[in-house]
């Protein structure tokens, strides 16, 4: 059991660290300023897949479910996320995107109403000290409303991981049909939204063409699946702790593919940050509904129905 959870956990981490990737597929094979062109195109193309192969559309209560969950972890968070690579230095982002977990617990606690562990408090606050380190001196210049998206990301993807776990996944409906409703509806909501404000592209070149294939493919197509099942197995604050390591592998690419370098400092941040990621899987599951004691026969009272799950 426990290499299979180790194994199941190292599979989720897989997400995290391809979608360190996303920055650099932005500012080298992206055409400029079309952030929400971006989103749309790496969801609802996607979110069509992975539903034409044997794929069920969302039924009952899991019709604004699916939407809910689709504005939250693909529609909101896409949009924020490509917004704050466009307007900001991609550290600015990353510390921005380190509150995560932070925000994760103190969600946790209202939605599961578990108490705040000072080892998870303690992992977040390193966590986004470590990402501080790793980015110091990318912020040459703040824009406002690349700030707001960046945060606003981080509260979107907090808030979909927690819904998620409270949910969870209908019986019967697999990891890539639940992950292609969350896909459809985040694209439906992008595409009014993108046509009003940026227009679809009347051209684009074969570099374009590729890097919005990796996004939709790669980066969510088969991320996401894995992803998901993470937050099925482990708590969401251990889960959310994981995506640390998106910064991490964006600082790898940049010093293997655009020739940078690493000072000690961040070499120090990234060393950080990874202790807060092995700090953060040590979260307690959120508290579901106790079992009670049998009570004694002349005591018991008459027998009650029902769950908080």
């Not at 599979?11 to 971006?38: K, V």
């Not at 490509?82 to 969600?107: C, E």
């Amino acid at each position: 059991m426990g290499r299979r959870a180790s194994s199941l956990r190292y599979t989720a981490a897989i997400a995290p660290m391809i979608w360190g990737t996303t920055y650099i597929a932005t500012t080298e094979w992206l055409p400029p300023g079309r952030p929400l062109f971006a989103a749309l195109a790496r969801a609802l193309p996607t979110g069509i897949l992975l539903l034409l192969w044997r794929g069920t559309l969302p039924r009952g209560i899991w019709i604004w479910r699916a939407l809910a969950l689709g504005i939250l972890n693909i529609g909101a968070f896409f949009a924020f996320a490509f917004v704050g690579a466009y307007r900001l230095p991609g550290g600015v982002a990353a510390v921005a995107g380190s509150l995560q977990p932070i925000i994760v617990i103190l969600l946790v606690t209202m939605v599961f109403g578990s108490r705040i562990r000072a080892l998870q408090l303690g992992a977040a606050v390193l966590g986004t000290a470590g990402m501080v380190m790793l980015v110091a001196g990318a912020a040459t210049h703040l824009d406002a409303l690349g700030v707001a998206a960046a945060l606003g990301g981080a509260v979107s993807m907090a808030s979909g991981t927690v819904l998620t776990k409270k949910w969870g996944r209908p019986p019967g409906v697999s990891l890539r049909v639940f992950s292609g409703w969350q896909l459809l509806a985040g694209g439906l909501v992008l595409l009014p939204l993108t046509v009003l404000v940026e227009g679809l592209p009347t051209h684009l070149t074969p570099v374009n063409v590729f890097g919005y294939g990796y996004l939709a493919l790669i980066s969510s197509a088969f991320a996401y699946p894995l992803w998901f099942r993470g937050i099925e197995q482990f708590t969401p604050s251990a889960v959310t702790f994981l995506a640390l390591l998106s910064p991490v592998v964006a600082s790898l690419v940049g010093y293997l593919v655009l020739d940078q370098s690493f000072t000690v400092w961040q070499l120090t941040g990234i060393a950080m940050i990874l202790l807060a990621v092995v700090g953060g899987q040590r979260s307690p599951a959120p508290r579901s509904a106790a079992v009670p004691a049998p009570i004694p026969a002349p005591l018991a009272e008459p027998a009650r129905v029902g769950s908080d799950v």
